[in-house]
């Protein structure tokens, strides 16, 4: 307990799956945690079980891909808090398309929501952050940013930017004291994968050819979040910590 102490974390895509998670643990862990989502209820029910469970949270309302809700979101939660020492840039979406069958559409929205939620989060973030002394920014990538995979043509370019966004900001940001580092999850547990409906062979070939056999539980990529968060990662920055069941060790 108290691995976060003191610290003030945003979390984006907090209501569910991943997010929720995060924003749970980092609570339990002794932060005080901003939750933010598109999905209001669920946020909202997020932020008041932290505090049902004697934490510290609230919930805010965010479009990550918007300029103006980033910076409406960091004006709130330093408001509320008085800081930000942790960045959690979690939320994200997938459309699971070869590239000749993605629309513009769905190339443009996947990458507004992964790639420029993530490129305006670590923006933004730097004024308090810089403010606060430095900090932790984790940014939630994928090995589908890592290494080729059927039909996710637009959630692979944008996961691979997350991840080499991720180096550039950590180079950029050192002089800030501001960490900057990735987590490169495999098959996780979470609605996510709800989009395929019943046609599950994707995850389940994922699945079989995944080393330790099953697909994580979200709780496993949250440790790994709260390393990268936490004092205990202090000479960690631009670095891929990649939780995958050993996926791509095979």
């Known amino acids: 307990m108290g691995r976060v102490s ?18 749970k643990l980092l609570a339990r862990e002794g932060a005080k945690v901003i939750v933010t989502d598109v999905a209001v209820d669920a946020g909202e029910a997020v932020a008041k079980a932290i505090r049902d469970a004697g934490g510290e949270a609230m919930f805010l309302h965010h479009d990550v891909a918007s300029e103006a809700d980033w910076m409406a979101v960091v004006d709130k939660a330093v408001g509320a808090f008085g800081k930000i020492d942790i960045l959690v840039n979690n939320a994200g979406i997938v459309v699971f398309k070869p590239n000749n069958e993605t629309t513009t559409a769905e190339w443009d929205r996947v990458m507004s929501v992964n790639s420029t939620g993530v490129f305006l989060g670590c923006k933004h973030i730097v004024p308090a952050m810089k403010k606060a002394g430095g900090g932790s920014i984790v940014n939630i990538s994928s090995i589908s940013g890592m290494v080729g995979m059927v039909s996710q043509a637009a959630y692979q ?78 000479y960690m920055t631009g670095s891929e910590l990649v939780v995958d069941g050993g996926w791509t060790a095979a």
Not at 6 to 23: F, Q
């Open 157 to 234: 370019a944008s996961k691979g930017a997350v991840r080499m966004l991720t180096k550039s900001c950590a180079v950029d940001y050192a002089q800030y004291n501001i960490r900057v580092n990735s987590v490169h999850p495999g098959a996780v547990r979470t609605p996510i994968i709800n989009v395929l409906g019943d046609d599950t062979s994707m995850i389940d070939a994922l699945v079989a050819t995944t080393i330790m056999k099953r697909m994580a539980d979200p709780i496993e990529l949250s440790y790994a979040v709260l390393l990268l968060a936490s004092d205990e990662s202090s």
């Open 6 to 23: 003191g610290k003030v974390a945003l979390v984006t895509g907090g209501s569910m799956g991943m997010g929720e998670s995060h924003c």
